[in-house]
């Protein structure tokens, strides 16, 4: 376990320099392997001495982005939601362009991006209350913000300064001008799915997508389905091997602007739910990518996959959250307005209890969503704060970040070495274990309450499921989608096995 | 797989199976869409011609006098091919059944025998009262008698929708309630369907909302029928769920056995074995309901063994299907191999008879 968890300073109300187990000495275990287990209670109230450590500015931003997200989701998602779903049922290629511009303002596009290119410089935490309270509005429309953040992480983790400066910037740009850049991330392919997200499955994942370096950068041949933003993306965080013999070690993330030649949308599926999100087939042929659009180092994908995921499945969990929040928001209000022989449903302690049990797994939801997200933040804060980081941003003029030269040094393997090292330092195994093994607690439980939460409340409410006053039919098909995206949560377990154990021994 | 059922019912077994495969699968999932809303007539034609509409009536009247056990192999068999007709078929033989008893019914099931290959056969709608109102309705529908006929304030579910049934048997209540046999074309139904594109597309369920509706009295029939149609309706609705549910696991089995992830086939995955056997385990407990609840004599112990198969029915199909979309992952939520279908099917059938609130506080 990383020992700068394990923060030293003192309670509020104890003196300086006493500690409040002063003169009482730890028990010793003896039981081998038992003190180190990462999830006991000392390790829990560890993340409210990380929270200490956080800048008060990041916990009013949390409030603020809630508060908008819900403005948005009340105003502009939740009239229109039932209709957009039953439209896109009949025409899966429709995308509400309209809605999307709509959430320009609320500036949901530009989050992740720091503040000194014109972005809202917001982490995780602040991504997972967002798409908590989109997803009270519509799962589908939560996720296709959410999508779009977790594309513009990657770019962000890469901490390319020409992708910084020519992307990201664009991206925040073109908020401020109502006219709004998505970003997708395309990992998945036809015959590689589960093992695609784990680094210790690359290997033998039946891949298809290669990059082949070419004079000036490389060629990628291959295909990625089941691509959320597929169709509407401008850019995508795109992953591809450049040895097929060598899978792990020369996996790589590339930054695919849609309207490079050789790239296609193929198949726009038709799914079961969170129509609003649209999820295609991405084609590519022969598609030649300048070396500036590779994300990162040569073979650094595995990483920032794995960093990637400890920062994006809390927000699945919170997706999941959100959904759960609505479907009981409507069992309360149909069970008020709603009576039997026994008269009112909400008076019978059959669905009192309901309630109870219900608000309790929703709270332990957000709960482990929370928990993950500082413990990310903690990680993407060390990496903002490093002083090399701190420097490139502030110190250096923004627009040399494009000139040619700067490009040529930002891109060579002394600066993507010296990048790699701020990542594993700021991301040391141990940390990144313990963050991811918490990122996927919270998306297996944010998940499975979204389904199990909204699956009973259709149960309760029967054939007044399918209302469009209470869509908690809808909400029931939103949620399943979560358990499978951003890895099965078969997946995920075996993520946390591995993360745990490797905490813990 | 055919040794789940009693070997008496091997031919009816066969034909049921046929009819599934060649009128159901994937002609029926057709009608599943939004753009081209169907309802599966030419599958209920070929089905009157093979006599499956008369399928409980005695032999004196041209039926084949299936007990309500074989009914469950037929729906269950249809349901593999596709739930929403096996609805449609459940609460047509579900009502035929209850009314095959009854002397004064017999002009009409005649009536029926005689229009089960039309165009547009002859088919029996359901009617229960919604278990669920709104505070301003009568909580219970109110029924008046008066000179011989009745008189019905209440709200109700009506399936299919008037609009595809002839005549339509509608209940007051739970036992002993008053229930009554009119043409469909006097219920107009209220408000739209009730399962616009979330499952069971091809067929329609609609509200109907009565206001002092008058029952003459050759419309009304014996009490007895209230408490057969409920009965009725939830076995055969749960053996709807079973064939739905079983359908899934084989889709869920067979992909397993095929896809390859992390170098070996899914189904070589011990994570995935264990889902695909509780799902098994599952469906195999549906099974033992279902035919429990067949063959119970009619009497509280055979209400009450309906009334549990059909809630045990309805949340072990939800989570076999939910299982079978979890092993297909991304395939399974898309539209390619039908398992979202099926989810969203068994989840529209655990919802149609009303509140489960009211399922489970039935025999309290």
Redesign the interface.
Known sequence: MNSDCMSTDPLPGYPQNTSPMEGIKPAKITAPGTADFPFTAGEIINHFRLAKRFPASYFTLVEEIRGRAKEFADKHIRPGAVELDKKISRDPTYFDWELVRKACPYRFFSMLIPTEFEGMGCYSLHMATMVEELAVGCGGTASTIGVHSAGVSCGMISLDPYVLEKYLRATAQAEKRGEPILWGGAVTEPAAGTDIWDEDFLEKAKIVTFAKKVPGGYVLNGRKCFISNGSVAKYFAAAAALDPKNIRESWSAFLVPSDTKGFSVGRIERKMGQKSSPAAELIFEDMFLPDELLLGGKGMGARAVSIYLAGSRGPVGAIGTGIARRALECLVDWATQKKTGRGRLIDQQAVQLVIARMTKEIEEARAAYVAAGLACDEIFLNIMSNPLVTAMLTAVPHKMFLNPTVVKIAKSDFAKNMIYRILSKAAAEDRLAQTSALATIAKIKGSSVGVNVSGEVARIMGPDSADPRWPVEKCWRDAKLTQIYEGTNQANAITLFKDTVRTWR | MNSYYNPEFKPLLETAQRFATREITGKVVKLDS??KPGFPWEAIRVAGEAGFLCGPMSEDIGGGALSLEALTVLIEKIAEGAAGPATIFATHLAVVRALAGVESAKPLLKRMAEQSADPQPFLFGASLP??????NRP??PEVEESKGDIVITGDF?CFPSPEVCRHVVLVTGEKDAHSICVDAAKMSPHGSA??????LEEFT?S?LRLDEFRATDDEIMDKTISAQLRRNLRVLLAAAQLGNARAALRTAWQYAEER????RKIIEHQ??RR?LETMAEQADAMTGMVRLAACAPEDKIGWDLARRAYTFC??AA?QVC?DA??TL??Y????DYGV?KR??DA??L?????????D??GGA
């Open positions: 939004l753009e919604m278990t669920a109102v709104p505070l909580a219970i579910i009730v399962f616009p594109g979330s499952g369920a509200g390859v992830q992390t170098g994570e995935v889902i309805g949340s939800e939910l979309v979890q992952g991304g399974g939520y898309m539209k979202e989810v969203r989840k529209s655990q919802c149609l008879l009303g509140t489960y609130v009211e489970i506080l």
